[in-house]
């Protein structure tokens, strides 16, 4: 089957998928000169520590917003789901005055995002930014600052374009903040290199999917990637309702490591900081008979002779520069493996595409 077949492109979410390159290199040309932006940076000027809060997808998108945060910017930041801030709020927050919040949700009506929202601007008198892809959104009302991505909101009920794009222009906020004008240039390079090989990485992972068949999935990544590791497992889980998992790589070579055969799909995240260390796991489950996916900026010829799978980004900057695109191989792969299995992937089964409590 070809990949321009009409089979595929029918539905919402290859055609968002394909257009993630293209989207993000607007979402950072925008923000990298954006007001808004900069009205955000001067009212948070006295806050030392930063906190982002996401429902589902969206805690995952914060998990690796909030490492990014602390990696370009030296300070603190922490990620939280929001139904943890309702339930606890004492339990992450015994003094919230140096605390600047950030709440994300793709359509800004989600619940429990909305809620976690007016709890920190009202409860903890905490000032919070929203994110959200959907204007005139609760979020947006119930939040001191939002910034909206209109153009990366979807019509599937997975979120992929929204998701990176979202992370983008938090990444953005960030060296926006640690006035690193050489992280920017290298997330707009990096956005206009790797639109035009989404179709190349699709054909890729549309052969490895007809080649073979998983009962297990496992991703795994370390440092800022795990959270990407994360958002991998659940795209997997909702669009092929296939059993995944995820770790910390080098978690993984303990415990966990007890599943692995010729059925388990293994893919790792692999960063430049960890690489050395990250690899000599993949090599080990490799051993184990595992099948393996590596995701890496440059391969070595350890990666090449243990994985069954390589995708290389090859693009130059920092590592954190390649969260976004690291995440696309494998919404791709769960949009094959769900339509391998008959499923259609904008319409997974039990989920609606928004979480809203009466």
């Known amino acids: 089957m070809k990949i321009d077949d009409t089979t595929y492109s029918q539905f919402n979410t290859w055609k968002e998928i394909l257009s993630e390159g293209n989207l993000w290199q607007s979402v950072i040309k925008t923000l990298s000169d954006s007001s808004l932006l900069e009205t955000i940076l001067q009212s948070s000027a006295a806050k030392s520590e930063w906190l982002f809060v996401g429902c589902g997808t969206s805690f995952y998108l914060a998990e690796a917003a909030a490492l ?9 930041a922490r990620a939280i789901p929001g139904s943890e801030l309702l339930l606890f709020p004492n339990l992450f927050l015994p003094d919230a005055s140096h605390i600047q919040a950030v709440v994300i949700s793709r359509s800004g009506r989600t619940s429990e995002a909305v809620r976690a929202a007016n709890v920190l601007m009202q409860n903890l008198r905490i000032p919070t930014v929203g994110i959200s892809c959907a204007p005139h959104s609760e979020l947006e009302k119930a939040c001191e600052f939002c910034i909206v991505l209109e153009a990366a909101d979807e019509k599937s009920t997975v979120m992929t374009r929204s998701f990176t794009s979202m992370l983008l222009a938090l990444q ?41 068949s998983f009962e297990d999935y496992v991703f795994l990544g370390q440092g800022p ?10 795209k997997v889980m ?38 050395k260390a990250e690899a000599e796991v993949l090599s080990e489950m490799k051993e184990l008979g595992g099948v393996i996916v590596a995701i890496c900026n440059r391969s070595n010829p350890q990666i090449r002779q243990s994985a069954d799978l390589v995708i290389e980004l090859d693009c130059n900057g920092e590592e954190l520069a390649f969260l976004a695109p690291y995440t696309v191989p494998c919404q791709l792969l769960g949009l094959f493996t769900g339509l391998r299995k008959g499923l259609n992937p904008d319409q997974p089964k039990n989920l609606t595409r928004v979480v809203m409590l009466d």
Do not use: D
């Not at 602390?70 to 603190?76: D, E, F, M, S, V």
């Not at 990637?225 to 659940?234: N, P, T, V, W």
């Open 172 to 212: 953005v906020l960030a060296a926006r903040r640690a006035n690193n004008r050489q992280f920017l240039e290298a997330l707009g390079a990096m956005a206009a290199a790797f639109g035009p090989r989404v179709p190349m990485l699709a054909r890729q992972m549309q052969e490895f999917v007809a080649r073979h």
């Open 225 to 234: 990637f795990h959270g990407i590791a994360r958002e991998a497992a659940l």
């Open 238 to 275: 909702e669009m092929s309702c296939s059993y995944s998992q995820f770790f910390h790589a080098l978690e993984f070579r303990h415990g966990p490591k007890a599943i692995v055969s010729s059925k388990t799909c293994l893919t790792f995240f692999l960063s430049e900081s960890g690489g």
């Open 68 to 76: 990014s945060w602390t990696l370009l910017t030296g300070q603190r």
